[in-house]
């Protein structure tokens, strides 16, 4: 249809656009404390007609505007434009989910060949791709990429996982705890180290602190990464790299446009939230409190009329557009440290492939 190519065109248009589009509050990007479960991943649901026009019509109207925002941002706010393999990483797209699946492997082995050579058995957590597909989330919208039929059948999942847990409590701990606790101190010596054996780190956003660099766990980290800080930076640093994109979505005005659009349709259904993110909280922490049959109801009822209204509105390709554009206009207060980061990964994927780790469901 032309319509819907025309309108790609906008959504591609507002993503391509190389100019600040909104200011951004750096330090909000700070966010701490919000649960984000883990979702199931059926894959991103389809952009219908429907919501194409909608955001159409959000373009027309100004809502989501095209080009450069209407004055200077501040040295704060001062965003640089990506190049494609910063981008990758930044947004866990194209390869990077098969790329961190052989990276975690390799460092699993390094490990366990460590540890054996000591005379000591580890188990090892060797991932399949699908595990570090999804993330980061769709800003503001954690429920984004359950679809129709789930939420109809099992709501956004909160129920049923608790009660599952609660089935299949584990007893005991895991086969390395209970290994770990038979070996005595003897196995953390071997797998970290002695406890004055630490290094200091410093993240982009300037918080510091310390992690163990000996053992086996520090040598695996050192060969995978050049070195235990690198190690640190490809984890915790990514995490917080990611939260300032996410926040600096959320911060876009016509982030709080199409949220105040969904929170209104949902408003008229009878649910008052005042964001897709405070519903997803507040109702996991109910049902997690006090799982009962009534409140599985309510579960599915909610998450249905979440989802209708969602689409009504366009807030996923709306967010999903404006997630993009921010991706390729990053800040510039963090971008030297993505650029790092990204050699770090790079260099860490080398490294792994090398060691020819098999990686299950390659797919």
């Not at 580890?122 to 989330?137: E, I």
């Not at 606790?181 to 993240?203: C, H, Q």
Request: overall charge positive.
């Amino acid at each position: 249809m032309d319509d819907e190519r025309e309108v790609r065109g906008l959504l591609a248009r507002i993503a391509d656009s190389a100019a600040p589009r909104s200011s951004v509050d750096i330090e909000r990007a700070r966010l701490a404390g919000l649960r984000r479960l883990r979702l199931r991943r059926l894959g991103p649901p389809a952009v219908s007609v429907g919501a194409i026009a909608a955001v159409a019509g959000l373009v027309a109207g100004g809502v989501v505007p095209i080009g450069p925002g209407s004055g200077p941002p501040s040295t704060a706010q001062l965003t640089v434009r990506l190049p494609r393999a910063e981008i990758r990483v930044l947004t866990n797209s194209d390869g990077m989910p098969r790329a961190a699946a052989e990276i975690n492997n390799a460092y699993q082995l390094l490990i366990t060949r460590c540890m054996k050579s000591k005379g000591l058995k580890y188990y090892p957590l060797y991932l399949p791709v699908a595990d570090f597909r999804g993330y980061p989330d769709l800003a503001g919208v954690p429920q984004a990429s359950i679809g129709l039929a789930a939420r109809e059948s099992d709501g956004y999942g909160f129920y049923s996982r608790r009660i599952w847990a609660r089935k299949h409590r584990a007893g005991g701990g895991t086969r390395e705890d209970k290994y770990a606790a038979s070996a005595g101190k003897k196995y953390e010596l071997a797998l970290n180290g002695p406890a004055k054996d630490r290094v200091r780190f410093t993240m982009p956003g300037g918080e510091s602190g310390s992690v163990p660099a000996g053992g086996c766990g520090g040598w695996a980290q050192r060969r995978l990464y050049g070195s235990v800080v690198n190690y640190v930076v490809a984890g915790t640093g990514l995490s917080d790299m990611q939260a300032v994109l996410l926040d600096s979505v959320t911060s876009d005005p016509a982030f709080t446009a199409v949220v105040g659009r969904w929170s209104s349709c949902m408003a008229g259904r009878g649910y008052q939230y005042s964001t897709p993110e405070n519903l997803w909280n507040g109702l996991a922490d109910r049902i997690d409190s006090k799982p009962t049959p009534a409140l599985r109801d309510l579960e599915i009822r909610t998450a249905v009329a979440d989802y209708r209204c969602s689409k009504s509105v366009a807030l996923l390709a709306t967010v999903r557009a404006l997630q993009a554009w921010h991706a390729r206009n990053y800040s510039k207060a963090y971008a030297g440290g993505l650029a790092r980061l990204t050699r770090v990964e790079a260099r860490a994927l080398k490294v792994a492939r090398a060691l020819h780790v098999h990686v299950p469901g390659q797919r």
